[in-house]
């Protein structure tokens, strides 16, 4: 439900509690009310018309809208993990600066204000226009517009970000990422050997690993897009923004899940960007793959059966999907065989 107030009213909320911040039980903060209160505080000048209660997982947060009709949301962490994502949000979303906002054709999460709630971080950002498409929705107009998406993030000047302290990963460092993920896994004993022999070729193919690193969103997938008229209207999600190799914003159109509209986006992609390396399919196939390993990596360490067993299983099942199977071997081209993360 929308709650809508005079400004004076939202004035007199305001001023008649000084230290609201401090102050105010954390329950009632979360209100929407209340957070659009501690919004006016976090971006001066702010005047809050109405506020909605959104959904956030660990967050508590309200849509707002203002005197001028602009919409932002204003969120609040209630645990320790989501405070520690919500400050890399922060840190993530400053290092997207003008220059680079300006060299982007569609909209990024922008920080109006922050605020420090109980030991919270309370943060209002900007409210990026349009949806989050579906898989089985999406056209092929729209699949183009996501490769050139991807295209322009990774065209972006790199020096920016090193200014920021964002973090930079040369095509070694990536190549030693993936070599330390094969050998954990490997260590647990729950690695099939065929499959870690492929991932190891993988490792050892030094012309895997010559592609030129750029900009990557580091979190990507369908779900960070929202559009509009088969437009890309704005990209969410970027608290791991930094340089490091484009094939790991490219792994999620490697997975079967992609399928449909991979072919179209990939191809925007190239078309946008041709000095693209000709294997970073390959390696974000690789990238794809070794997500499963991570996943039985962190339910080890997590202590969690569940986790530990379902990636067990998943990597049997990708074993037997690739064990002989030259042509879907990651050094080689890849073919239109079947998926090995096929269900």
């Known amino acids: ?67 001028h009709g602009n919409a932002c949301v204003v969120s609040l962490s209630s645990s320790d993990a989501e405070e520690e994502v919500v400050r890399e949000r ?25 605020l420090t709630v109980q030991g919270r971080t309370l943060s209002v950002s900007d409210y990026l226009p349009g949806q989050s498409p579906l898989a089985k929705n999406l056209t092929p107009e729209l699949a183009t ?24 990963a040369s095509a070694l460092d990536s190549l030693r990422e993936a070599a330390g993920i094969v050998d954990r896994t490997a260590a647990t004993g729950l690695l099939p050997q065929s499959l870690l022999r492929r991932w190891e070729t993988a490792c050892e193919d030094r012309a895997l690993w010559q592609g030129e690193v750029t900009v990557i969103h580091g979190r990507m997938g369908l ?12 990209v969410t999600g970027w608290r791991n923004f930094r340089v ?11 997975t079967p899940s992609s399928q449909s509209f991979s072919a179209a986006a990939i191809t925007a992609y190239h ?36 986790i530990t067993q379902d990636a067990t299983d998943m990597l049997v099942a990708l074993n037997d999907r690739v064990s002989g199977d030259l042509d879907q071997a990651i050094t080689q081209t890849i073919s239109l065989a079947r998926h090995p993360l096929a269900q």
Do not use: C
């Not at 609201?20 to 979360?30: C, E, K, R, V």
């Not at 997207?96 to 109006?112: A, N, Y």
């Not at 929202?226 to 704005?234: E, F, K, S």
């Open 1 to 67: 439900m929308t709650i809508l107030w005079e400004n004076t009213q939202l004035r007199s909320v305001w001023q008649a509690s000084p230290g609201l911040a401090d102050a105010y039980p954390g329950a009632m903060s979360h209100t929407p009310l209340m957070l659009s209160a501690l919004a006016a505080s976090a971006v001066p000048g702010l005047q809050v018309v109405s506020a909605q209660q959104l959904s956030l997982g660990q967050r508590n947060a309200a849509l707002v809208h203002d005197v």
């Open 90 to 114: 922060i840190r993530a979303a400053q290092a997207l600066t003008e220059g680079l906002r300006s060299r982007l054709p569609f909209q990024v999460p922008r920080i109006l204000g922050t």
């Open 145 to 168: 517009a996501i490769g050139q998406a991807l295209a322009d993030i990774h065209q972006l000047p790199t020096t920016t970000l090193s200014d920021h302290h964002r973090p930079v």
């Open 223 to 234: 779900g960070r897009f929202l559009a509009g008229n088969n437009r890309i209207l704005g």
């Open 244 to 254: 490091g190799d484009p094939a790991l914003d490219m792994a999620w159109l490697s």
């Open 271 to 306: 078309s946008a960007r041709n000095h693209a390396d000709r294997w970073i399919m390959q390696r974000a196939r690789f990238w794809a793959e070794l997500d499963v390993a991570k996943w039985l990596l962190h339910g080890m360490d997590l202590g969690n059966d569940t």
